[in-house]
C-alpha cells in the first residue's frame, strides 16, 4: 500500500470489492464482517476521500492504481472465450448531493466515469447482441427506471404509521389491513388499516401473538394468518383468523408443523401453503386449509425446499414464484393444479427474488420486491397465456425485502418493507384502467 494513502488497507480492500459492484452484503460476507462494518468502513472512506458515492470512490481508486481497468483487447478476448460476469453500478447522486466538488471537477468526474463504463461494459453489450443475449445480465447495470421506463403507474401514497417488514398485507372491502412484522421495536402485532379513498390510516385490534415474516389472504370476510416466527425468532404453528366487521381475532386449526417465511393463496374456498422455514431449515412442504372444516391437508410437495417465497391464483392455478435458501435467491416459477395435486413449471423470472411479493390481477402475475443478494432494479409482470415476463419499473431500487401487496381496484398497494433500514412506504400501482366510451 502507499505510503501516502488516506486508506488502511482494509478500507482500499474495500473500494476494490466496491468498484467490482459488490453490494454490502456481498462485501461482508467475503470479508466475513458484518454489514454494519462494510457501511461505517464506507462512511469513513468517503469522508477521507472527499467523495459522496460508490462511483466517484471507484474512480478515485482506478486514479489512484488501486483497480486496474483492463485493456478494450484483453476483455475482446476474454468475451470471446467465456460469459464476462458484469459488476454493477449504483446510479450517479443528484448534483445537489455533491457540496463539496466544484462544477469542473463534476463534469470531469461525470466524463470519466462514462469513459470507464465505456472501456468496462461496451465490448460485452456488443457481444451480448451478437449472441442474442441480453446487454445487461442479472448482476450487471440496469438501467434507471427513468431510463427503462417512459412514463410509471407508481403513486406515493400516505405512509404506514409503523415502519416494519416481514408484514402481512390483505385487502378487503376496499380496505387494506397491514399486520404484524419487524420493526424496530421487534416483532410486532399491530394491525393498521389503509383507506385509499381517504388516503389515511387507522388503527385495528392488534393480533394476539406477535409474529413476523407471515402471509395473509382473505376467504369470505375473514382474514387467515398462518405461522410466522415469534420474538424469540422461533416458527409457529398457530393459526389466527381476524374479522374485520367484528374487529375481532380467533385461533384456527394449528399447522401441522411451525413455519415462518412461507407462501400463501387462496382458490374457490381453500387457502394453500408452501414451503418456508421450520425448527430445522427451509422445507417444500404444502398444506391445504379448509376453513368450513377448520382442518389443515398434507400435498404434494415443492421440488425445491425454500422459504421468502410467494404465491398466488390464476383461474385454478397457483402460481408459487422466487424464494431464498440461505444460498441463493431463486428466479424459478412454479405451477400447483389444486385438482390434480401435481406440479409443472412455468418460466423463470428475469432475476432471482427472495423476500418478493406476489399479486394477480385478472390475467397477469405481478412480481414486486427482491434484492437479498443482487441488486433490483425493476421489478416483474407474467403472463401465463404466453408464459412470459415482462418488466415493470419500481420505485425502491436496490432491495426491496419483505414488503406486503395487496389488490384494491384498480391499484395494486406495496407496502413497507426493508431497503437497508425497516420502511413505511405505501406506493399504488395502477393495474388497471377504466376506459369510458361515450
Request: proline share 7%.
Amino acid at each position: 500500500m502507499d505510503e501516502q494513502s488516506p486508506l488502511s488497507e482494509r478500507e482500499i480492500e474495500i473500494v476494490r470489492l466496491v468498484a467490482t459492484g459488490a453490494t454490502n452484503q456481498q462485501i461482508a460476507r467475503k470479508l466475513f464482517i458484518s454489514v454494519n462494518t462494510v457501511k461505517v468502513h464506507l462512511r469513513n472512506i468517503y469522508t477521507k476521500l472527499e467523495v459522496s458515492s460508490r462511483t466517484e470512490a471507484t474512480m478515485f481508486a482506478v486514479r489512484q492504481g488501486w483497480v486496474e481497468v483492463p485493456r478494450q483487447e484483453e476483455q475482446a478476448e476474454s468475451a470471446a472465450e467465456e460469459v464476462v460476469a458484469v459488476p454493477s453500478l449504483p446510479v450517479l447522486p443528484r448534483p445537489d448531493r455533491w457540496p463539496r466538488i466544484s462544477l469542473a471537477k463534476r463534469i470531469a468526474l461525470v466524463a470519466a466515469t462514462l469513459l470507464t463504463l465505456a472501456v468496462l461494459f461496451l465490448p460485452q453489450a456488443l457481444q451480448g447482441r451478437t449472441n442474442g443475449s441480453q446487454a445487461d445480465p442479472i448482476g450487471g447495470v440496469f438501467p434507471t427506471a427513468a431510463a427503462d421506463f417512459a412514463t410509471t403507474r407508481w403513486r406515493t401514497r400516505a405512509q404506514m404509521p409503523t415502519p416494519r417488514t416481514g408484514l402481512a398485507a390483505a385487502a378487503y372491502d376496499s380496505l387494506i389491513y397491514a399486520i404484524g412484522g419487524v420493526s424496530n421495536d421487534g416483532v410486532t402485532a399491530k394491525v393498521e388499516v389503509y383507506d385509499p379513498k381517504a388516503d389515511a390510516w387507522t388503527t385495528r385490534q392488534s393480533k394476539p401473538t406477535p409474529v413476523g415474516f407471515i402471509s395473509a389472504v382473505e376467504v369470505e370476510g375473514k382474514i387467515y394468518v398462518p405461522g410466522g416466527f415469534d420474538v424469540g425468532r422461533q416458527p409457529r404453528n398457530i393459526l389466527e383468523i381476524y374479522d374485520p366487521a367484528q374487529d375481532t381475532w380467533q385461533a384456527g386449526a394449528p399447522l401441522p408443523q411451525p413455519v415462518g417465511a412461507y407462501a400463501l393463496a387462496a382458490l374457490n374456498g381453500q387457502i394453500y401453503l408452501f414451503g418456508g422455514r421450520d425448527e430445522r431449515g427451509y422445507v417444500a412442504s404444502v398444506y391445504r386449509y379448509d376453513p368450513q372444516a377448520d382442518a389443515w391437508t398434507d400435498l404434494q410437495p415443492m421440488e425445491q425446499a425454500r422459504g421468502f417465497l410467494s404465491a398466488a391464483a390464476i383461474r385454478e392455478r397457483i402460481y408459487v414464484v422466487g424464494g431464498y435458501d440461505d444460498v441463493a435467491e431463486f428466479n424459478r416459477c412454479d405451477v400447483y393444479d389444486p385438482a390434480s395435486d401435481t406440479w409443472s413449471v412455468c418460466a423463470a423470472m428475469e432475476m432471482p427474488r427472495g423476500g418478493l411479493a406476489v399479486a394477480a390481477v385478472r390475467e397477469y402475475l405481478y412480481v414486486f420486491g427482491g434484492g437479498m443478494d443482487g441488486y433490483l432494479a425493476f421489478n416483474e409482470r407474467y403472463d401465463p397465456r404466453i408464459d412470459a415476463w415482462i418488466r415493470v419499473d419500481t420505485p425502491v431500487t436496490g432491495q426491496w425485502q419483505g414488503l406486503g401487496l395487496a389488490f384494491a381496484y384498480p391499484n395494486l398497494y406495496a407496502i413497507g418493507g426493508w431497503n437497508g433500514d425497516f420502511l413505511s412506504v405505501n406506493e399504488a400501482y395502477q393495474a388497471l384502467y377504466q376506459i369510458v366510451i361515450p
